[in-house]
Nanobody, 121 residues
């Protein structure tokens, strides 16, 4: 099984910056896409950003250039740099990864437990 552990969440004031980290561990043959999602109370989970193993990135429009996703493939870690935080960014942020654990099976999506990010005004 693949385990994803998020870290870096917490409380930050509006306009501040925060960096989230997610490290994947376990028996992993390869990791394809890693990304960040978030879920606010009463809302469905939504995509924030994702990155492929080749370095391609994509972002949701609402980040407006404020967030940056990056990866360290050697460490199986993905980061999310969040600048100019807004109260609307308050949510539980989840790390996700599509990983192949065996060549006999296709890739499967794995999810972290989530980390709370609160932006105060």
């Amino acid at each position: 099984q693949v385990q994803l552990v998020e870290s870096g969440g917490g409380l930050v004031q509006a306009g501040g910056s925060l960096r989230l980290s997610c490290a994947a561990s376990g028996i992993i043959f390869s990791i394809d896409t890693m990304g960040w999602y978030r879920q606010a109370p009463g809302k469905q989970r939504e995509l924030v950003a994702r990155s492929t193993s080749g370095g391609s990135t994509s972002y949701s429009d609402f980040v407006k250039g404020r967030f940056t996703i990056s990866r360290d493939n050697a460490k199986n870690t993905v980061y999310l740099q969040m600048n100019s935080r807004k109260p609307a960014d308050t949510a539980v942020y989840y790390c996700a990864a599509r990983a192949v654990v065996s060549l006999a099976f296709p890739g499967k999506d794995y999810w972290g437990q989530g980390t709370q990010v609160t932006v105060s005004s």
